[in-house]
């Protein structure tokens, strides 16, 4: 009977030991010092654009002079599975400022998505519009930083660029989804406030046009927050279906400027349609 015990027991301590070394703890901070370091480097090297060209190039809003086509849906991921995925081909995507009360470079990240292995990387149009910054970078999951060493096309309208990944090869990305339907279950992996690689889940609620802007908007349930823009919506499948955009809070009453008692607050992405229309392959009006 002793013996038994004991051997339960070393099982349960084994199985708790397994369990212990293969838990990933994310340290937010050390990520974010990682990716002001390194690109605090980027700078100083002149590596990629710098911060100046990555604006210039956004604000000429052309379509990708390319292909990426969409894949049928594949058999469902269990929920490890897909956030092993999606967190593998999910960026930090931001920017070095100066704060104006001492000579460093601190770090702002928000989020973008890999879609191709050689480096072709989606992410908001206001993400990379930062008048501040004075360098703009990527860095993966692993912890390696990538220069954007080209911005591909760009929307202000549907709050998209494209950007390519300066050194990049056989990265994990995400394939486009062919369609999504209101009432499918969603994931995001994403930054809200840098607390970075943070799995929420959903369904897609409705299509939508932004009131002032016109543009189609996806409003899903699965919870993001600031510092999400630009990360992956994903199916069951692990496929891309949209791009987070904004949050809308929804008060009850309103005195003045102040708002109180929240009931809701909508959560508005780019749809998968915006993002195959903007991937479509057409050639940049000046013929680049």
Not at 99 to 120: Q, R, T
Not at 157 to 164: I, N, P
Not at 232 to 251: C, D, F, K, P, W
Request: aromatic letters at 8%; hydrophobic letters at 40%; charged letters at 20%.
């Amino acid at each position: 009977m002793k013996q038994h015990f004991f051997a339960a027991f070393y099982s349960v301590q084994l199985l708790t030991a397994t369990v212990a070394v293969s838990q990933e703890w994310i340290d937010d901070k050390s990520l974010l010092r990682s990716f002001e370091t390194q690109f605090q480097e980027v700078q100083r090297s002149g590596t990629g654009l710098s911060a100046n060209e990555v604006r210039r190039h956004l604000k000429r809003e052309f379509t990708f002079a390319g292909k990426i086509e969409p894949v049928g849906k594949t058999e469902s991921l269990t929920a490890p599975r897909l956030y092993e995925r999606a967190k593998a081909a999910t960026l930090l995507v931001g920017h070095l400022y100066l704060c104006g009360n001492c000579d460093k470079l601190h770090g702002s990240a928000a989020g973008g998505v890999v879609i191709s292995k050689d480096g072709l990387a989606l992410t908001n149009y206001h993400v990379l519009e930062f008048t501040r910054a004075k360098v703009f970078g990527t860095m993966s999951s692993d912890g390696k930083a990538y220069p954007i060493s080209e911005v591909l096309a760009s929307s202000r309208q549907h709050d998209l660029a494209l950007v390519r990944l300066e050194g990049a090869s056989d990265l994990p990305f995400l394939p486009l989804a062919a369609q999504a339907e209101v009432g499918e279950p969603v994931s995001l992996v994403s930054h809200p406030d840098s607390h970075f690689y943070t799995l929420t889940t959903g369904q897609i609620s409705r299509y939508y046009l932004a009131p002032r802007s016109k543009a189609p908007r996806l409003q899903i349930t699965a919870d993001f927050a600031r510092g999400s823009s630009g990360c992956g919506v994903l199916n069951e499948a692990g496929q891309l279906v949209g791009l987070v955009t904004s949050t809308n809070s929804i008060y009850y009453t309103q005195e003045k400027d102040l708002q109180k008692d929240l009931q809701m607050v909508i959560n508005a992405c780019v749809p998968l349609s915006s993002i195959q229309s903007f991937l479509k392959g057409a050639t940049s009006p000046d013929g680049e």
